[in-house]
C-alpha cells in the first residue's frame, strides 16, 4: 500500500472509530450486544497489537493533513487556513463522546482542543519542538454538544524561547471559549 492510501485508510478507520464512541457514549445496550461487543473489541485489541511500530511511524495524532490529526483522542477538527507559525483557523464539532452534561461539552475538553491547535502552531515544519507551560482557558458561553464551530489560534507574540498563544472557540457569533498559552522551546537534551 502507497504512504498516501494508508493515510487515507487510517483517517477512514479513525472517523469510523469517532462515530463508534459517540454511539457508545450514547448507549446502553443489553446484555448479549454488551458482551458481544467486549469480544468483538479484544479481538481487535489483539490484531492491531501485532501492527505497534514505533512513535515516529503512526499516524494518530501525528497526520496534520487530516482531520483531528488523524486521532479520536480530540473532538472533530478541520484546519482551513494555515499560515504557521502566525496563525490557524478553522472547524470544530464536539460529539457526544465529549459531553459533559446538559447538552454541553465537558470542560475539560475544549482546552484539549486548544493544547492541540497550539501543539501544531508552536510545533510547525522547520520549528524546534515546544511544549505547553501553561494554558488558560476562559469559558464564555456553553459549547453544544455537535454544533458547528468555527476557531482562529494565533501567535500573539514570542520573546526568546517563549511562545505566547492565543485562540477562541465560536458558535456563530457568540464567542464560546478564549484561550492563552505559554509554550517554551525546548533546550537540546530535554525530553
Ligand atoms: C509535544 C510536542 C513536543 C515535541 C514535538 C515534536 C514533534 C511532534 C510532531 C508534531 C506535534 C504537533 C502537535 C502536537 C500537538 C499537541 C501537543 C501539545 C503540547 C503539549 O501538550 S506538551 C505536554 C504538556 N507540557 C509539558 O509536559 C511541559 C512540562 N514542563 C516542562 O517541560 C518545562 O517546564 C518547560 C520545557 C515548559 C520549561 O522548562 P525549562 O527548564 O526548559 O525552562 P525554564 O523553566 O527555564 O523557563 C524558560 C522561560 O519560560 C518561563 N516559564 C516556564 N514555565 C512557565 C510557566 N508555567 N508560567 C510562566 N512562565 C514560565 C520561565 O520563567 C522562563 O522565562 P525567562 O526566560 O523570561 O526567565
Partial sequence: MTAEASLRQHDAVVTRLRHFLDALASAAP??????????????????????????????????PTLASAGQATTPWYVVDEATPPERLAGRASFGTFFLGGRGAAHGGTIPLLFDELFGWLANSEGMPPSRTAYLTTNYRAVVGIGRPLTFTAWTDRVEGRKRFLRAELRDGDTVCAEADALFVTLRPGQP
Fill in 30 to 63: 443489553d446484555e448479549q450486544s454488551g458482551e458481544r461487543l467486549r469480544h468483538d473489541l479484544a479481538r481487535w485489541t489483539e490484531d492491531l497489537r501485532r501492527y505497534a511500530v514505533p512513535e515516529s511511524r503512526r499516524y494518530y495524532g501525528r497526520s
